[in-house]
């Protein structure tokens, strides 16, 4: 298919290069002022989004050098000069350490009624390239007070992920970051403590998100869908009702992965408090909207017109190059927009989705186009839309792509930063497509009395085709272009092309130049792009986006490095009906039928849930709420009845507030910390248990939140979560691990009675890496015998005895790090267990490792490390003779990993877990925590993050030479 879609692919790129030469000549000059940074490294190579206006009426800027240093500047207008304020890199202490360093600031600032500046800050995945990325420190939050020109680190987001938006919301006094892995972090300003609100987002991140006067925030996600944070409520609520305008003919990013991305969501939006509505673009064909969060229950989206360049009013919307993201609001009611005239920007260079990129560009286009920047002016109140033309700095210098912009508050200049044109070879801090040298600058528009007039409207043609709904163009809405190119009608017969992989050859290339000069006459047509050319260029031009592919180098493509039809995932039930809501989808139980229904139950903010897979419709439904329980954390089990018993609790991944200030003393922070996590269950009257009958229960459609029948059985232990289960069948006995006590109770099932059988731990450890959860194992294992094995103090292995009903410890340690030098009480604990078929029982830990153990000898054996990283998450015996498992910390990516079950075969690494059936669906997940292997053989993988889905493995994959998916970066 891919090898199919090049040639139209070059073709495209063919008459989109005519179209990015031919344009400038059309279109005329507006002059910009533009003013060098200087104080910093000087050659810094690129800008996103970070540029402010404050109320003093000063900017403050972010220039970012991939694989560097992000450098911090205040421009104050009166004074006509920049100054550089920090180089984050040596301010955080990562200069000369031989570490991932801090190169971005990717995020427009915010500003506090004090005036001090607040911001986040981003490594990015690019480097340095030979630099192990787990040497990062982590983002942070900044706040500069200009008063005092001192820069403070408020504290780290997070272990790795840095942010791609952010936004100070000043009602609440938080700052809000969204972040590279997708999450929505909150830092509360008066507390100073930062929380994880979940995941919001998955492949291709929004750029921008903003906050409502009510102190909402808001952002977006595929497909055309907007997310909305209720601070009120503390929720995140996925909006149904609406939906972005997102035309369905613009191609995606690349063909080589046709990833539902960019074009799905809003390139940049900002929130105008006077209409007290936000306006946003669209990324795919620059179409600018309105959105009205007061209008209905969740807000009304109207589409406007395209602020693409004046060239492309008339065009298929498939050959507008990726939106922008500078865009202000001015205070004369006006919408000042930046687009580029042909290829879309990337500092470094641009994206043809082709092997060899340069050589192909200069091939196809036959000549060198570089990515101009023209201006685009929008009247709020008129609707009234005109380029203003292509910019030029004072001294005749072109302007290419521009990453930002924003509006003085006090002088009404409209700013904006990005790379211009540099003659001097001294100063150039790289070369777009290693051709056009670029340095910095801050570049300033004044509006002149003349851009206020209204332009003429454009005067209806005949034969011009209407198009129905939201898809209508700038000529449909009244959108005045002054200066405009279009295609001219034309009949042609395209040349056929012989792919040989990514290449064409010379004849092929020469027919087709032949062809699109007889169909494409571009700078001053005046003929209206007649109905069947129009058609026939759209099937045409579908890869043309392309042309306009902007490389994302903080979220790469990264796909599994096995045979990728091998992987898919299912909604936890129908989309926007009956699927669990995404706060309290996370998946922390899994469960093996045999009749070949998978059982999983949820972990929520609000509810718990129990769902089944059925392969017979392959379908996900749900099966209601899980009574009062937020959580069900490894405790689903099945009798020998067929019937499943539930333990319910708190939601064990919500994360634990701690305090910040507290008297010190002797033992202090522990004492602390054991009052924090304790809190919670301070009132708490217990976790119950559920009986649950497939049987009678499982046909029917459950709405959201609607109960499922449960049978209540009681609750084994007042004030705790029950933290893991595992049945004896025969016996008729029930064993549960409670959390925060770590208690172990039997409870049998025929008296249906409950015994508490003692502690597990007396130490309150807090080993990690969870370190706001206290060290409790978190999974049992019944050996034949009837003894009930895991972990205990000091990592040792510990089993109850039937007999004796005596909690027994072993001489078997499971395998860990242990600090022996330190004063330290630390021990991993029992993650998983694993009754292997022909008798293994395999055990894996917190801190990574995996063994096996022999109970009759009592023998235990390190098998290792599949990751460097802690947590063997879930595991699972596969029917290929192999036990695959789940591995990673919180906050990165896990990983597929697998052994033989039988010792031949050691650790192998098959990678993420990512899903591409786009345009349809698609999906990368990073959290999981539960699985289970099908009566067919089918591995299923349970998602434990917001908005999870249920993954499907299917054993029997082919890894790829060498280890590596080929189609992963780099």
Known sequence: MISTLKPIVALCLLS??????????????????????????????????????????????????????????????????????????AFKGERGEGVRTSGKIHVRMGEDAEGRIYFGDFCEDTGPECVDPASYRGPHWFRYDPGEKRLENLGRINRQWGLLGFVLEPKYQRLYGLAEDGHLYAHDL???????????????????????????????????????????????????????????????????????????????IEWDPVERVAYGVMVGDSMLFKYDPRDGAEGKVTPLVRLCAARYADADPAVIPVATLAMAISGDRRIYYAPVVSVAFDYAGTSWDVADERKFTAKIAGEAVPPESALVEYDIASGRCRELGIMRTEDGRKVFGLGGACVGQKDGRVYFVGAVEER???????????????????????????????????????????????????????????????????????????AVGTRTTQRDFAQSRTALKAAVELPHSKRAFAPPVGRRLHLVLF?????????????????????????????????????????????????????GRIYGATSGKTASYLFLYDRAINKVRPLGTIGDARGVHHALVQDADGTLLVGGGLNMLEPVSLTREFPGGFRAIEEQLWKDISAPYTNYGGGHLYRYEPA???????????????????????????????IGAKARRLYGITY?????????????????????????????????????????????????????????????????????????????????????????????????????????????????????????TNLGKPRLSRRVRAMTAGPDGRLYMICGEFEEPCKLMSCGLDGSEGFRDWGVLAVDRSPYYAKRAYQFDAMATGVDGTIFIGESDRRASLFLFFPGATRFEGGLNPSNPR
Not at 225 to 238: G, N
Not at 469 to 482: L, V
Not at 833 to 846: D, H, I, K, R, Y
């Open 424 to 498: 001097d070879p001294a100063r150039a801090a790289n070369r777009i497509d290693n051709r056009w040298p670029f340095s910095m600058a801050l570049l300033s528009y004044t509006p002149e009395v003349a851009s206020v007039r209204r332009p003429r409207r454009w005067r209806r043609r005949r034969g011009r085709p209407q198009r129905p709904g939201p898809w209508r163009d700038a000529m449909d809405t009244g959108t005045s272009w002054p200066h405009r190119s279009v295609l001219r009608t034309a009949q042609v017969t395209l040349a056929p092309f012989e």
């Open 190 to 268: 008066r507390r100073g403590a930062t929380r994880d609100l979940g995941r919001v987002d998955d492949w291709d991140i929004c750029r921008t998100i903003f906050a409502d006067d009510d102190g909402n925030i808001y952002g977006s996600f595929p497909i055309g869908r907007i997310w909305k944070y209720d601070p009120a409520r503390d929720r995140v609520l996925d909006l149904r009702s609406v939906r972005l305008p997102m035309d369905p003919r613009i191609a995606p990013r690349t063909m080589s992965n046709p990833m539902i991305d960019r074009k799905a969501y809003w390139r940049v």
């Open 543 to 595: 890869g043309l986006l392309c042309m306009g592919a902007q490389p994302v180098r903080a979220q790469k493509w990264v796909n599994p490095n096995f045979d990728a039809h091998r992987l898919d995932c299912r909604d936890l039930g129908y989309p926007d009906v009956t699927a669990i809501e995404a706060d309290n989808s996370p998946i922390t139980a899994l469960l093996s039928d045999p009749r």
């Open 740 to 860: 925060p006590d770590a208690r172990l109770f039997r409870w049998d099932l025929a008296e249906n009675r409950a015994t508490d059988l003692g502690a597990l731990l007396e130490r309150k450890v807090y080993s990690g890496p969870e370190r706001a959860w206290r060290s409790v194992p978190r999974a049992l294992h019944i050996a034949g015998d009837g003894r009930v094995y895991t972990s205990g103090e000091d990592g040792r292995i510990v089993y109850h005895d039937p007999e004796t009903r005596a909690i027994v410890r072993t001489g078997m340690q499971i395998p860990g790090e242990y600090y022996e030098p330190w004063n330290y009480h630390g021990y991993p604990v029992i993650e998983s267990w694993l009754a292997a078929p022909g008798g293994a029982v395999f055990g894996a830990t917190s801190d990574g490792f995996l063994f096996r153990m022999d109970p009759a000898k009592e023998e235990l």
């Open 16 to 89: 989109g290069a005519g179209i990015a030469a031919a344009g400038p000549a059309a279109s005329p000059i507006v002059t910009v002022r533009a003013m060098r940074f200087t104080g910093g490294s000087e050659r810094e190579d690129s800008m996103w989004s970070a540029l402010y206006g404050a109320k003093s009426g000063k900017l403050y800027i972010g220039l970012s050098t991939h694989a560097e240093a992000a450098h911090f500047f205040e421009f104050d207008p009166t004074a006509d000069r920049t100054h550089h304020v920090a180089d984050l890199t």
């Open 696 to 726: 009678k229960h499982d046909a029917g459609t459950r709405m959201p939140g609607e109960a499922c029948p449960l049978q209540d059985l009681g609750v084994p232990a007042r004030g705790n979560t029950i933290y893991a289960l595992a």
